[in-house]
T-cell receptor
Framework: NAGVTQTPKFQVLKTGQSMTLQCAQD?????MYWYRQDPGMGLRLIYY???????DKGEVPNGYNVSRLNKREFSLRLESAAPSQTSVYFC????????????FGQGTRLTVV | KQEVTQIPAALSVPEGENLVLNCSFT??????LQWFRQDPGKGLTSLLL?????REQTSGRLNASLDKSSGRSTLYIAASQPGDSATYLC???????????FGAGTTVTVRA
């Protein structure tokens, strides 16, 4: 019953450091998403991948890059972390387009100091 | 920019009372609506998905309705229990790109 798995669960970075958040799903879903959740701002879409081989920007893409490595995996990279990127990051997937029920991972809590 | 609004932001009820959570959206491209539950420090758990061809969905004590013409969805939780205490989020799913747009959530407290 793995569903959507994110690693790591927690991370502390110094300003300017880089890191990659990993996400994998075992439900054979076509679409995958990266969201960030901030107090008072709700969940905002960073990037998404409608299908393997495609990626597109969401609402808040600046400072991030993504890679859809294969159908299972969708990674999010911070090239030069900034304190404004302190947040909880969630990966999600859905079968799409007929069945759009989305499933979320447990999140990565990132602090940039 | 599409908006998804949830009212109220917070709700406190005694155990046994029925809960009514509201979600409204302005984007006509939203064709499906999904409700989630989030416990503190945890991820989102899918509760119900209402597809455009449906007007409501039921799962146990939960019932969700969708009225696309008015841009509204309502989640009903019958006979609330303390274990129902959580934040409930609704998300509209767009028909052209399948992106989810979230409301800010309603935080529910059920008092024993």
């Amino acid at each position: 019953n793995a569903g959507v798995t994110q690693t790591p669960k927690f991370q502390v970075l110094k300003t300017g450091q880089s890191m990659t958040l990993q996400c994998a799903q075992d439900m054979n879903h076509n679409s995958m998403y990266w969201y960030r959740q901030d107090p008072g701002m709700g969940l905002r879409l960073i990037y998404y991948s409608a299908s393997e081989g495609t990626t597109d920007k969401g609402e808040v893409p600046n400072g991030y890059n993504v890679s859809r490595l294969n159908k299972r995996e969708f990674s999010l990279r911070l090239e030069s972390a900034a304190p404004s990127q302190t947040s909880v990051y969630f990966c999600a997937s859905s079968e799409g387009p007929v069945n759009t029920e989305a499933f979320f991972g447990q999140g990565t809590r990132l602090t940039v100091v | 920019k599409q908006e998804v609004t949830q009212i109220p932001a917070a709700l406190s009820v005694p155990e046994g009372e029925n809960l009514v959570l509201n979600c409204s959206f302005t984007d006509s491209a939203i064709y499906n609506l999904q409700w989630f539950r989030q416990d503190p420090g945890k991820g989102l758990t899918s509760l119900l998905l209402i597809q455009s061809s449906q007007r409501e969905q039921t799962s146990g004590r939960l019932n969700a309705s969708l009225d696309k013409s008015s841009g509204r969805s309502t989640l009903y939780i019958a006979a609330s229990q303390p274990g129902d205490s959580a934040t409930y989020l609704c998300a509209g799913i767009r028909s052209n790109d399948y992106k989810l747009s979230f409301g800010a959530g309603t935080t529910v407290t059920v008092r024993a």
